[in-house]
């Protein structure tokens, strides 16, 4: 009985030992004196968020490290290593919805534009838009997440950098996921904003194609997507790596420029890569393009209509003349 209100009181110290250090203080003064400029934040202690991630479970991890773009729920600074909660991403990653066989759900062409550019638009203001700029260094769809309404997210900031704005790269030892990495990088062991860029193209390959980053060629042989891409475009053959699922419900133009995009993201020579900022851009005005396409084309059917209409009204007509 002594030992355990011995290891109760050891813990109740250890804990404020750990809020203490962690900042918790400094956080409880500002969250109490805020005048709106402090993002509000809620402070949960150990026990309740042990409660809710049922029991600190690996399997509900989304992330470590790093400051995601997706909303801070709550924090637990009771713990040596401080944990931040971020909101529910019910959907899952990208990967399973182009990877993994589902007959219930296809991720359509329009969906697959609009997670595009959502990651797209994530990656600008990252790199461009954020008080200091941020290197992502890990862009792969198994980092992208898909919320309730299959609305985009990036995740996973674990090896993120935050750099000077006068920086152009990071010399770093080489780290990323296998079939992302961009080459200059691996070669060179500096990261660029144009290393980001480079893993991009790889996810739109995917979107565009259905494979994956490192996919088997035969039996014996394994081949990189980004590789196998850049030959087929060489030959002019892009429709031929088209997702079977999406070749009869696409805008071969919006392919097209999808594809174009996506070699010029991959150029081996990151200084000829476009800016994250370019490539929403050029997204945007796909997107736009095919809006206007089809808003064009209700207007012919419209117009048909209408004149259809007419016709029957005349040949109505010609009849009760005769």
Request: glycine share 6%; charged share 25%.
């Amino acid at each position: 009985m002594l030992y355990k209100l011995k290891k109760k009181r050891q813990n109740k110290e250890l804990k404020k030992k750990f809020f203490k250090r962690n900042g918790g203080l400094l956080l409880q003064q500002q969250l109490s004196t805020s005048d709106g400029s402090v993002q509000k934040t809620n402070i949960y202690n150990s026990k309740e968020l042990e409660v809710a991630t049922d029991g600190f479970n690996v399997n509900r991890i989304l992330g470590e490290g790093g400051k995601a773009l997706f909303t801070r729920e709550c924090c637990c600074l009771e713990t040596e290593v401080p944990i931040l909660v971020y909101e529910f991403i019910s959907n899952g990653n990208l990967y399973k919805y182009i990877h993994v066989q589902n007959d219930e759900f296809l991720l359509s062409w329009e969906m697959r534009l609009r997670i595009a550019i959502e990651v797209a638009r994530a990656l600008s203001y990252l790199h461009s838009a954020a008080s200091s700029p941020v290197y992502h260094r890990d862009i792969k769809s198994t980092n992208i997440l898909l919320d309730e309404k299959y609305r985009a997210t990036i995740s996973d900031f674990g090896s993120s950098r935050s750099i000077a704005i006068d920086q152009t790269h990071l010399t770093t030892h080489v780290q990323g996921t296998f079939g992302y990495l961009d080459p200059e990088y691996f070669q060179s062991s500096q990261f660029t904003e144009k290393s980001d860029v480079y893993s991009f193209g790889v996810v739109l390959v995917e979107l565009l194609s259905g494979q994956k980053p490192i996919f088997s060629a035969s039996p014996t042989e394994s081949r990189s997507l980004a590789t196998h891409f850049i030959m087929l475009m060489e030959d002019n053959r892009l429709f031929d790596i088209l997702d079977a699922r999406v070749k009869e419900h696409c805008h071969n133009e919006e392919v097209v420029a999808v594809g174009n995009l996506a070699r010029k993201c991959l150029n081996l020579n990151g200084k000829n890569r476009p800016t994250m900022k370019e490539v929403t851009t050029e997204l945007e005005r796909v997107i736009q393009k095919g809006s206007n396409v089809q808003q064009d084309s209700q207007e012919n059917e419209n117009i048909m209509a209408d004149l259809s209409m007419q016709y029957m009204g005349c040949i109505s007509d010609i009849n009760n003349d005769l």
